[in-house]
């Protein structure tokens, strides 16, 4: 009988030890009921963010554009200007000239306030007084050549400084290159724009 106790009371207590290892089910929380004035709160602050996000990234665009309109017009400066040269005693365009001068066409139609002064030089040979007068003709035919390329003749003017103002020093034909060119100078070429593709 003690025997039968002893293996009664060790399955009662094995009994109660099963129980306690059981898992217990623990129910989730009861969801929390949400303030809708919280919910429209978030949703303004995203709108904002939104909103502030794409004024953001407009205004990197326009400064990106600003930044490429002052680089334009900087580029654009630069080419009206390039200077041509001339072959010793001529006053004809060469082929490099005239690419020069093709490259001036659309920055000028483009910006019709600009006006362009062209003024021709000589190298040293020869006297004072052929070299103003071939200086001019050079001028002129860069004038010409512009005016027939659909530049206003009225923004187009003229001067010789004949071998007064040589660009190099020298007495080679290196220097001589140099100095017989045509050179240029726009006004009103501040704000220019740069031409359309």
Known sequence: MIRRTAVLSLALLSVAALDGCRRKVVSAPAPVATNTGNADSLAALRARQRADSIAAAERAAREAAAASDQRSAGEAAAVLGQKVYFDYDRDNLRDDARA??????????A????????TGHTDERGTAEYNLALGQRRAA??????????VEDARLSTQSMGDSQPAVQGTDESAYQQNRRAEFQASGANTLVAPRS
């Open 111 to 118: 910006n019709p306030s600009v006006t362009l002064s062209i």
């Open 100 to 109: 020069t001068l093709d490259a001036k066409v659309p920055i000028l139609i």
């Open 141 to 150: 035919q860069v004038k010409r050549y512009l005016t027939s390329k659909g």
